[in-house]
């Protein structure tokens, strides 16, 4: 076999009892773990000859292992909890790992609460149970909130925070519209906002049948009491669901409620697809996609139902139907009932309908992962026709779009948004505070911090400084060299310094800040290569800015085209895109080629994100405080003084006694009074430094 010694001897003395097995390679790298009913026969199984053991990653594994370690446990149960939290903490190279939960959303309904909501959570607590319900997850976020908003349009339960619940004196908009009964101000009946609270239940649950029946007798009765305005709410709950009800297809005679897994595999790629059954109808199917799969299928199954049902909690019923058997059955449906709160059985049939049931969610399974496969083909041609239609030399794989934001000139915010493989890829977007110029008027060519000032609206400058400073950074990449840390970028969130960690406060936060800003460059390097293609927002001027910051830089290679949203004909009745290359005269029509159109989505996601940072920008600029500019006073005692104080005069106004109650000392109140004003009363020298966490003045 090949083995290490100590691997050697370790299987001569396993133990029969079941337990967890982990193999480590190299540097002591976890590479496996597994589970075990016996962890004698299981671990020994790994490494006879003539092993019939067809996973992919077996022959790896023998080449790689240097050790193995086992835990013996009392239960079946008890390892396949163990394997979970292993293989959370060492996430190994051959273990199955559904996509993190973090990214799934799922929607929570608390029913211990006093006046219970439904949230969008994306990680679940450990409390589900029998008063707490999860629901989904949802593979899109788009499924998910769609699912909120027809709940909160029908069923009337509050959808604010609890902060907000806690301090609203009057009805918001949403009472208004007849869809929150407002607790948080009026008095409302708890047992029939209970009854709301069961209904959503209910309907989220697939029990739609059931639910009919309660809320057709909730709108008898309310019409027999004359209560028709309560009578037309249950009307339309009973449309909404006879609306969800038409989506849904039956599957059995009975009104059993099951959750049914399928799976679809094509060498390392696998496709599950588990179907939502509930009232004996088809509910809802959900897909998940794994690649580079080096296990079988049955622990492909396995690592679904610990991960899924384990670590996502949605709200399964008692039973679950397999395409196959799965290792330690008995101990991942006692440990899943433990965890849920309920008993749970996994089931493989071998006949009648809930063999056929799985059946069809193999099909399901093989469908989706052919419509995957063939939406993958489409786009492999789309690109191909892409850099035919713009004389490219190759595929372009990643494209990068940039666009200047400004409102009136102020608050000049430039964007560059990424694309990989036809994707929108937002770990590579990026946004730019212009530097050429600064909210207060300058004249167009005055240096400031050695850049040129730019006049307010000069979009073709922006447009210059953004891309100069993208490109210096791709060209750093080409050739490796010192990183400007004077050029940094921020995401989503733009920072609130001034876009470039200028140096204030004293020399040591300044070495500090350039030493933050080498590493954060350091590690971010690898994001900065330069795109196959990079698109600009505007007509021929932009594009020959574009070009000009490039060649500037030395990147003549580099392909660059512009994309304008222009008028068709003179009386402007229509706007179309059109594409401007480098060298030819007559731009060409978006509409002339379905690939253009991926540049014409990338364009419209630069708008909204440029927008964005603009917005954040401008926020951030109009509510800042004046507190913000004195040096020494940081976030806990600018909210101290807010609290003690209640606004900026009566902070000025302030003796120092008082701002020394407020947990000021001698240096931040000089700072207060040199940068606010207020009253000129004497300091006291050698006060104690404020205990909070701002920075020592």
Same mark, same amino acid.
Request: net charge neutral; with cysteine; charged share 30%.
């Given at each position: 076999?090949?083995?290490?010694?100590?691997?050697?001897?370790?299987?001569?003395?396993?133990?029969?009892?079941?337990?967890?097995?982990?193999?480590?390679?190299?540097?002591?790298?976890?590479?496996?773990?597994?589970?075990?009913?016996?962890?004698?026969?299981?671990?020994?199984?790994?490494?006879?000859?003539?092993?019939?053991?067809?996973?992919?990653?077996?022959?790896?594994?023998?080449?790689?292992?240097?050790?193995?370690?086992? *835990?013996?446990?009392?239960?079946?149960?008890?390892?396949?909890?163990?394997?979970?939290?292993?293989?959370?903490?060492?996430?190994?190279?051959?273990?199955?790992?559904?996509?993190?939960?973090?990214?799934?959303?799922?929607?929570?309904?608390?029913?211990?609460?006093?006046?219970?909501?439904?949230?969008? +959570?994306?990680?679940? !607590?450990? !409390?589900?149970?029998?008063?707490?319900?999860?629901?989904?997850?949802?593979?899109?976020?788009?499924? @998910?909130?769609?699912?909120?908003?027809?709940?909160?349009?029908?069923?009337?339960?509050?959808?604010?925070?609890?902060?907000? *619940?806690?301090?609203?004196?009057?009805?918001?908009?949403?009472?208004?519209?007849?869809?929150?009964?407002?607790?948080?101000?009026?008095?409302?009946?708890?047992?029939?906002?209970?009854?709301?609270?069961?209904?959503?239940?209910?309907?989220?649950?697939?029990?739609?049948?059931?639910?009919?029946?309660?809320?057709?007798?909730?709108?008898?009765?309310?019409?027999?009491?004359?209560?028709?305005?309560?009578?037309?709410?249950?009307?339309?709950?009973?449309?909404?669901?006879?609306?969800?009800?038409?989506?849904?297809?039956?599957?059995?005679?009975?009104?059993?409620?099951?959750?049914?897994?399928?799976?679809?595999?094509?060498?390392?790629?696998?496709?599950?697809?588990?179907?939502?059954?509930?009232?004996?109808?088809?509910?809802?199917?959900?897909?998940?996609?794994?690649?580079?799969?080096?296990?079988?299928?049955?622990?492909?199954?396995?690592?679904?139902?610990?991960?899924?049902?384990?670590?996502?909690?949605?709200?399964?019923?008692?039973?679950?139907?397999?395409?196959?058997?799965?290792?330690?059955?008995?101990?991942?449906?006692?440990?899943?009932?433990?965890?849920?709160?309920?008993?749970?059985?996994?089931?493989?049939?071998?006949?009648?309908?809930?063999?056929?049931?799985?059946?069809?969610?193999?099909?399901?399974? $093989?469908?989706?992962?052919?419509?995957?496969?063939?939406?993958?083909?489409?786009?492999?041609?789309?690109?191909?026709?892409?850099? /035919?239609?713009?004389?490219?030399?190759?595929?372009?794989? $990643?494209?990068?779009?940039? /666009?200047?934001?400004?409102?009136?000139?102020?608050?000049?915010?430039?964007?560059?948004? $990424?694309?990989?493989?036809?994707?929108?890829?937002?770990?590579?977007?990026?946004?730019?505070?212009?530097?050429?110029?600064?909210?207060?008027?300058?004249?167009?060519?005055?240096?400031?911090?050695?850049?040129?000032?730019?006049?307010?609206?000069?979009?073709?400058?922006?447009?210059? &400084?953004?891309?100069?400073?993208? *490109?210096?950074?791709?060209?750093?990449?080409?050739?490796?060299?010192?990183?400007?840390?004077?050029?940094?970028?921020?995401?989503?969130?733009?920072? @609130? &310094?001034?876009?470039?960690?200028?140096?204030?406060?004293?020399?040591?936060?300044?070495?500090?800040?350039?030493?933050?800003?080498?590493?954060?460059?350091?590690?971010?390097?690898?994001?900065?290569?330069?795109?196959?293609? *990079?698109?600009?927002?505007?007509?021929?001027?932009?594009?020959?800015?574009?070009? @000009?910051?490039?060649?500037?830089?030395?990147?003549? /290679?580099?392909?660059?085209?512009?994309?304008?949203?222009?008028? &068709?004909? +003179?009386? =402007?009745?229509?706007?179309? /895109?059109?594409?401007?290359?480098?060298?030819?005269?007559?731009?060409?029509?978006?509409?002339?080629?379905?690939?253009?159109?991926?540049?014409?989505?990338?364009? !419209?996601?630069?708008?909204?994100?440029?927008?964005?940072?603009?917005?954040?920008?401008?926020?951030?600029?109009?509510?800042?405080?004046?507190?913000?500019?004195?040096?020494?006073?940081?976030?806990?005692?600018?909210?101290?003084?807010?609290?003690?104080?209640?606004?900026?005069?009566?902070?000025?106004?302030?003796?120092?006694?008082?701002?020394?109650?407020?947990?000021?000392?001698?240096?931040?109140?000089?700072?207060?009074?040199?940068?606010? =004003?207020?009253?000129?009363?004497?300091?006291?020298?050698?006060?104690?430094?404020?205990?909070?966490?701002?920075?020592?003045?």
């Amino acid at each position: 076999m090949g083995l290490p010694e100590i691997a050697e001897q370790k299987l001569a003395t396993l133990p029969t009892s079941p337990g967890v097995y982990v193999f480590r390679g190299k540097e002591n790298v976890v590479l496996y773990v597994g589970k075990a009913k016996s962890l004698r026969s299981r671990v020994r199984s790994y490494f006879q000859s003539g092993n019939s053991d067809d996973r992919f990653f077996i022959p790896i594994l023998r080449e790689q292992l240097t050790d193995l370690e086992t *835990f013996v446990t009392k239960s079946e149960k008890e390892a396949a909890i163990l394997e979970n939290n292993l293989i959370k903490e060492y996430r190994p190279r051959f273990n199955v790992k559904l996509r993190d939960d973090k990214e799934y959303l799922s929607l929570k309904l608390d029913a211990t609460e006093e006046w219970p909501r439904l949230r969008l +959570v994306r990680r679940s !607590d450990d !409390d589900a149970g029998r008063h707490v319900h999860y629901f989904g997850p949802f593979d899109s976020a788009t499924a @998910a909130r769609r699912t909120v908003h027809l709940v909160n349009k029908h069923f009337q339960l509050r959808t604010c925070s609890d902060s907000d *619940f806690a301090r609203r004196k009057r009805p918001c908009l949403q009472h208004q519209i007849k869809r929150c009964p407002a607790p948080c101000v009026y008095e409302v009946s708890k047992d029939w906002y209970r009854e709301q609270v069961r209904a959503v239940d209910l309907f989220l649950a697939g029990r739609h049948d059931e639910l009919s029946r309660e809320v057709e007798e909730k709108m008898g009765a309310a019409a027999e009491s004359l209560e028709f305005e309560l009578a037309a709410v249950y009307r339309d709950q009973l449309r909404a669901v006879a609306r969800a009800r038409q989506g849904q297809r039956a599957l059995t005679h009975d009104e059993g409620e099951r959750d049914v897994i399928g799976i679809h595999r094509e060498e390392t790629l696998v496709e599950l697809a588990l179907l939502i059954v509930r009232g004996g109808r088809l509910a809802d199917v959900h897909k998940f996609s794994f690649d580079r799969v080096e296990v079988g299928n049955a622990e492909v199954l396995a690592a679904f139902l610990s991960q899924y049902y384990g670590d996502v909690k949605p709200n399964p019923p008692e039973e679950i139907l397999l395409p196959l058997p799965i290792e330690g059955k008995d101990g991942v449906q006692a440990w899943l009932s433990e965890q849920l709160g309920r008993r749970i059985e996994l089931l493989v049939p071998e006949r009648g309908a809930k063999k056929d049931l799985v059946a069809l969610a193999t099909e399901n399974a $093989a469908h989706a992962f052919l419509e995957k496969r063939r939406t993958e083909t489409d786009l492999e041609g789309k690109l191909g026709e892409l850099r /035919d239609v713009l004389r490219l030399a190759a595929i372009p794989r $990643a494209i990068e779009c940039c /666009d200047i934001s400004h409102l009136g000139g102020d608050d000049s915010v430039g964007a560059v948004v $990424a694309m990989t493989d036809g994707q929108l890829d937002k770990k590579r977007y990026r946004s730019f505070h212009v530097k050429g110029r600064n909210n207060a008027p300058r004249i167009p060519g005055e240096i400031i911090d050695g850049m040129e000032s730019l006049a307010p609206g000069d979009d073709y400058g922006a447009m210059y &400084e953004v891309l100069s400073r993208r *490109f210096r950074r791709g060209r750093t990449e080409l050739s490796p060299g010192p990183v400007d840390a004077t050029d940094p970028v921020v995401g989503e969130a733009p920072s @609130a &310094e001034n876009d470039g960690g200028a140096p204030g406060g004293d020399a040591g936060e300044g070495l500090e800040r350039e030493v933050r800003e080498l590493e954060r460059a350091e590690t971010e390097r690898s994001t900065w290569t330069l795109p196959d293609l *990079f698109v600009v927002d505007g007509g021929r001027g932009q594009l020959a800015v574009a070009l @000009a910051a490039a060649r500037d830089l030395g990147l003549h /290679d580099l392909c660059i085209v512009a994309l304008a949203k222009e008028k &068709e004909n +003179v009386l =402007g009745e229509t706007l179309v /895109d059109r594409v401007y290359l480098p060298g030819q005269k007559n731009p060409i029509p978006v509409r002339s080629s379905s690939s253009l159109v991926l540049l014409a989505r990338l364009r !419209d996601e630069a708008h909204r994100f440029s927008n964005k940072g603009r917005v954040t920008r401008g926020d951030r600029r109009n509510f800042r405080s004046a507190l913000e500019d004195v040096r020494g006073i940081g976030k806990e005692t600018k909210k101290r003084l807010l609290s003690t104080f209640g606004g900026l005069p009566e902070i000025r106004a302030a003796k120092d006694e008082e701002l020394r109650a407020a947990g000021l000392h001698a240096g931040q109140i000089r700072a207060l009074r040199a940068t606010l =004003g207020g009253n000129d009363g004497p300091v006291a020298e050698n006060e104690p430094p404020s205990t909070d966490s701002d920075p020592p003045f």
